[in-house]
């Protein structure tokens, strides 16, 4: 059974720091393009980052380029989003992706 599970989220004050992992099972990662979303309250699902099936590709949103790293360890069957400097606009269920499958998300909030 094809599983994806973040972990991670939590209450951050702007300007910090919050390392989003997701866990796959019943599929290999290292076989996908691996994907994280984003969805903030009351808006559409948002795109924020991808990494090649061999993680030596990754691409981001403009609005997090330099802020947020993406990567993987295939090893482990694990994606990561490790995310700096975070804004309260960044507030967010975070959902990691294979294209086929997503998980449940994780809840980001950015506050004071």
């Known amino acids: 059974q094809v599983q994806l599970v973040e972990s991670g989220g939590g209450l951050v004050q702007p300007g910090g720091s919050l390392r989003l992992s997701c866990a796959a099972s019943?599929?290999?990662?290292?076989?996908?393009?691996m994907r994280w979303f984003r969805q903030a309250p009351g808006k559409g699902l948002e795109w924020v980052s991808d990494i090649s099936s061999d993680g030596f590709r990754t691409y981001y949103a403009d609005s997090v380029k330099g802020r947020f790293t993406i990567f993987r360890d295939n090893a482990k069957n694990m994606l990561y989003l490790q995310m700096n400097s975070l804004k309260p606009e960044e507030t967010a269920v975070y959902y990691c992706t294979n294209d086929q499958n997503r998980g449940q998300g994780t809840q980001v909030i950015v506050s004071s």
């Open positions: 019943g599929f290999t990662v290292s076989r996908y393009i």
